[in-house]
């Protein structure tokens, strides 16, 4: 049985608790958040604390917080020699107070505290130091049902850079999608199936093979017929440079887009 102590209780902190709950193979010892309430729903299933010094000994401690925190954090903990880890994708695993163990335990998806998540379908990125608490980390990230990857802190920082395009920006697009279908009146959701096809073609083939559209086509009339349709400069903007980029990518000739909207 691994045991582990839980730092913060932010979306990642939360799945990760509920997530362990489910292993037959790790105990959650003890659950600890600055702001006791924000876990106090969970204190007749785990031990909560909202004080450093009453935490217990464990396997693993998991620093949940936001990254501009955890090296103070991790600075304030009053214990050494213990094996602590991060869960971020871009802070350095030396960040991490020396005087302990250090780790890093990066799940590698998107996290809302309303939203359920299949972790047999989540890649968990570790780093050790120390390399005697690498198989602990993968035997952690295996007792969720999670691929560990053992990478370095350059891979996880590029892969998180990676993720910030696939994922917060990919989003981003969709809120704008979803704001321009608004302006007419117009379902979202009539979109989702296109939404769920474009994710699961990159899953056969790779996004250079699967771009399609009016961009990737040198189609100039229905690129000038859309320009007019957008209504906010911020939407053209995006609209012009994503289209330069594809052109760029699969080499067409080259995207010379008017003049900005006035309003």
């Known amino acids: 049985m691994i045991s582990v102590i839980l730092l913060g209780a932010g979306n990642v902190a939360t799945h990760l608790y509920k997530a362990f709950l489910d292993s037959e193979t790790v105990s959650v010892t003890q659950w600890y958040n600055r702001t006791r309430s924000s876990i106090s729903s969970y204190s007749n299933e785990v031990d909560i604390t909202d004080s450093l010094e009453e935490l217990k000994e464990a396997d693993i401690y998991i620093i949940a917080v936001s990254d501009d925190s955890i090296a103070e954090f991790s600075s304030a903990l009053p214990f050494t ?3 602590v880890v991060h869960t971020s994708g871009s802070v350095a695993m030396h960040d991490i107070d020396k005087k302990n163990k250090i780790g890093v335990f990066y799940p590698l998806q998107t996290f809302s505290k309303g939203a359920d998540i299949n972790f047999s379908e989540v890649p968990i990125c570790v780093e ?3 390399k005697e608490n690498l198989e602990l980390l993968r035997d952690l990230a295996r007792a969720v049902g999670c691929k560990p990857h053992k990478i370095t802190t350059e891979q996880r920082q590029t892969l998180h850079l990676a993720a ?8 981003q697009l969709y809120r704008i ?29 790779s996004p250079f093979m699967a771009q399609t559209g009016p961009a990737k086509r040198n189609d100039k009339k229905t690129i000038k017929r859309q ?3 957008i209504e906010k400069e911020e939407h053209e903007a995006i609209y012009k440079m994503l289209t330069a ?19």
Do not use: D, W
């Open 227 to 229: 320009l007019k349709l």
């Open 164 to 171: 910030v395009f696939v994922n917060n920006f990919t989003n």
């Open 177 to 205: 999608g979803h704001e321009i279908c608004e302006t007419k009146n117009i379902e979202f959701e009539i979109l989702h199936p296109l939404i769920e096809q474009t994710a699961k073609k990159i899953q056969q083939m």
């Open 128 to 130: 050790v130091y120390e």
């Open 81 to 83: 020699n213990r094996l």
């Open 245 to 263: 980029s594809i052109k760029k990518t699969h080499n067409v000739s080259n995207f010379r887009p008017s003049k900005s909207k006035t309003n």
